[in-house]
Every structure is written in C-alpha cells, then in structure tokens.
C-alpha cells in the first residue's frame, strides 16, 4: 500500500518557468489537499479538494492552480514560479469524514526557484 | 482566525531526559486536535490524534498528549526520550468545517 505519492521529489526552475506538481493516493480518500512548508511556518494550505470535481482557496492560493483528475489523483500548477514560491510541497489525504478526518502526507516536493 | 502557537522552536535534549512540548490553540469550540512528526528527510507521520474522550492520548513510539479545554492546550510529552526522536515536531488544529491549522513546528534534538 503506497499511501501517498508525488512526484518528482526535487526540481529546480528559473524564474517565470512552469511546472506541474502530481500526486496520487491509493486509499479511496475523498478529500486531497496541497500544503507548502516553510522554515518557521508550520505548513500552509494553498489548495483542496473536498471531493472529487470539487476545488477551493486555502490559505496562501496565489500564483498556484490545481486539478481534481480524478479522485485517486490531485495536481498542482505553478504558471510562472517566482523565487518566493521556493519550498517545499506536501501532499495529503483523507476521508472526509466531517469529525474524524486524518489526514495522510506524501514525501514531499522540494522546489528552488532561481 | 484560528491560530495554533507553539512556543518552542528549537529544543535540545539529552537521551533519557523528559518531553514536553508546548501546543496552544485559539478557538474555543469543538476542536480536533493531531500532533504530527516529521524525521529528517522524511514526510509528516500522525504520532497520535484527539477527537473525543479521554483527554489523555497515547500515541505511537511512548509519546503521549493531554487536552486541556481550559488552557486551550494540548502538550505533547514522552518520558525519555531516544536520539531516534530527533524530528520536528507539528501540532495541528481542526474544526468542524475548517481545514487544518498547523503550528510552526518545534525541532527537537536528541544528543547521545
């Protein structure tokens, strides 16, 4: 049981380049989520997915865009990185369950962008 | 807002000494409650949750946490600590409807 994946786990940009960011989860979770992690700031949401076909703002959603594919699979855009979105990416997952949601991470995606 | 604070940044500790890390949140209603880990070069892992009950909560790897509504808190402790404990440490708040909100983590090291 993989849990949750991403890929790829390091990237370098320059500054106005694109990239995608992929994860996927093999629990049947109904809800996927995408964090970033700074020194000193816990980790901040930048966007999730209730359910599937579903997207919303988290807390720091600017210069980032994402997609529900499916329910296995979440994705996350950066049209044109700037050196401030250098961090690290987590993933996550969870039921949904209104009460006792759980959520799982993946390894992470660590971003430089120059 | 919510916010979770956790006062701690950095702690340094010798093998065998005793945990307690500090977690304190702003809302006041019904609120679940997670500390996670993460290990160098390693993911966030749940070391242990609250939802209901028992405000004390046993967790994976002898660490424990204590709810206390009143203080708005929710510490984690480990009696003794091992060098294999040397991570960071999460605490993390939700309630019902809200995403979660996470602390700004506390990194801790063990010295053999």
């Known amino acids: 049981n993989a849990g949750v994946t991403q890929t790829p786990k390091f990237q370098v940009l320059k500054t106005g380049q694109s990239m995608t960011l992929q994860c996927a989860q093999d629990?049947?979770?109904?809800?996927m989520y995408w964090y970033r992690q700074d020194p000193g700031m816990g980790l901040r949401l930048i966007y999730y997915?209730?359910?599937?076909?579903?997207?919303d703002k988290g807390e720091v959603p600017n210069g980032y865009n994402v997609s529900r594919l499916n329910k296995r699979e979440f994705s996350l855009r950066l049209e044109s990185a700037a050196p401030s979105q250098t961090s690290v990416y987590f993933c996550?997952?969870?039921?949904?369950?209104?009460?006792?949601?759980?959520?799982?991470f993946g390894p992470g995606t660590r971003l430089t962008v120059l | 807002a919510q916010s979770v604070s956790q006062h701690n940044h950095h702690v340094i500790l010798s093998e065998a000494a005793s945990l307690e890390l500090g977690c304190n949140y702003s809302?006041?209603?019904?609120?679940?409650l997670f500390w996670y880990v993460q290990y160098p070069g390693q993911h966030l892992q749940l070391l242990l949750k609250?939802?209901?009950?028992?405000?004390l909560v046993k967790g994976i790897k002898g660490f424990e946490a204590e709810f206390i509504k009143s203080k708005f808190s929710f510490n984690l402790r480990k009696p003794s600590v091992q060098w294999s404990d040397t991570a960071e440490y999460f605490c993390?708040?939700?309630?019902?409807?809200?995403?979660?909100?996470f602390g700004g983590g506390t990194r801790l090291m063990v010295k053999p």
């Open positions: 629990m049947n979770h109904n809800s």
């Open positions: 997915s209730a359910s599937e076909g579903t997207t």
């Open positions: 993390a708040v939700k309630r019902a409807g809200n995403m979660l909100t």
């Open positions: 809302y006041g209603g019904t609120v679940n």
């Open positions: 996550a997952s969870s039921d949904g369950a209104m009460m006792t949601d759980t959520q799982y």
């Open positions: 609250y939802f209901s009950g028992d405000p």
